[in-house]
């Protein structure tokens, strides 16, 4: 539910596409910015990259015991309330069925409500970041930085921005079959022919992410 939530949020915000839907509730504070992430290349079955978030921020790897100086700089974006009702034929069906975590075997739609509120984006002062990268080094013996180097298909990236709720959050997911009223004033029906399942999330959770790669020359700089 989490993830069918996160992407249909940076689906409908856009951003030129630099906007990464977190696809766990699990790992949403692993994406905070400074944080590293690997992007996994695209392959021939998958039209987008995938991303994998690690226990390490950009200062773990870089040479030396000196804090990043460059801070985070937060507003708030928009006030985000969604409600949508779609099929579960075709290919967006299928992803959907995956990206909702239950059972919807016997349905052909889904009524999906997911309530944000307002969300605060969060970014790195990107000047002052670049100037500071320009007298540090990569340490080459860090377990992460070995990993990226050896893999042609995995890249290593800095977490920029986040995009985090500021309350406690709310999804909620009705399946059933069209013909039979699929609407959201239903879903708290309990006689309602269908299946329901709501999650609540605390606030400050982090639900889409933008990311810098990293490129390192051979001595170690940027």
């Not at 992460?144 to 800095?158: A, P, Y």
């Not at 029906?189 to 269908?194: A, E, H, M, T, W």
Request: overall charge positive; some cysteine.
């Amino acid at each position: 539910m989490f993830a069918a939530a996160t992407k249909n949020f940076v689906k409908q915000v856009g951003d030129g596409g630099r906007l990464v839907p977190v696809p766990s509730l699990s790992e949403a504070d692993k994406y905070q910015p400074l944080s590293l992430v690997i992007k996994k290349r695209k392959c021939l079955l998958s039209k987008t990259s995938k991303f994998a978030s690690t226990p390490f921020t950009l200062k773990d790897i870089l040479q030396g015991e000196k804090e990043i100086s460059a801070g985070v700089s937060s507003y708030q974006l928009l006030n985000y309330e969604d409600k949508s009702d779609v099929s579960l034929n075709g290919r967006r069906g299928n992803q959907i069925m995956n990206d909702v975590g239950f059972d919807v075997a016997g349905s052909d739609s889904i009524a999906f409500k997911a309530s944000f509120g307002i969300v605060t984006k969060h970014e790195v002062e990107v000047p002052t970041l670049l100037k500071e990268l320009t007298t540090r080094k990569i340490n080459f013996d860090h377990c992460l930085v070995h990993q990226s180097r050896k893999s042609r298909m995995e890249i290593l990236c800095v977490v920029m921005e986040s995009i985090r709720t500021t309350r406690q959050c709310s999804l909620s997911v009705h399946t059933g079959m069209r013909g039979e009223m699929m609407r959201f004033h239903i879903i708290e029906d309990q006689n309602y022919k269908g299946r329901d399942k709501a999650i609540v999330f605390p606030a400050h959770t982090t639900i889409a992410f933008s990311v810098f790669e990293l490129y390192i020359h051979l001595d170690g700089n940027f």
